[in-house]
């Protein structure tokens, strides 16, 4: 059983910085893609960045710049640094790994930049 822990949101001021770390247990095969997801209540969920098992990586155009997705494959580690934040940052955060032909999410970690 694959399980997907989140940690380091909360609340933090405009222009600030925060990290988010998950980390994935319990699977026996490789990790391909892993990602980050944004959701406000009532509206689709979005990708912020992903970053492939090779290290290629792709964002969001309202985070470029601002945020840096990374991995630590060898502790099935994905991270955030997200930077220069905004009040439009305030969203629910959802990390996700793709493994074999599934995808796993996390519980979500609430990240609130408050203006």
């Known amino acids: 059983q694959v399980q997907l822990e989140e940690s380091g949101g909360g609340l933090v001021q405009a222009g600030g910085s925060r990290r988010l770390s998950c980390a994935a247990s319990g699977s026996r095969f490789s990790i391909n893609a892993m990602a980050w997801y944004r959701q406000t209540p009532g509206k689709q969920r979005e990708l912020v960045a992903v970053i492939g098992s090779g290290g290629s990586t792709n964002y969001a155009d309202s985070v470029k710049g601002r945020f840096t997705i990374s991995r630590d494959n060898a502790k099935n580690m994905v991270y955030l640094q997200m930077n220069s934040l905004k009040p439009e940052d305030t969203d629910v955060y959802y990390c996700?790994?793709?493994?074999?032909?599934?995808?796993?999410w996390g519980q979500g970690t609430q990240v609130t930049v408050s203006s």
């Open positions: 996700n790994v793709d493994i074999g032909w599934s995808e796993y």
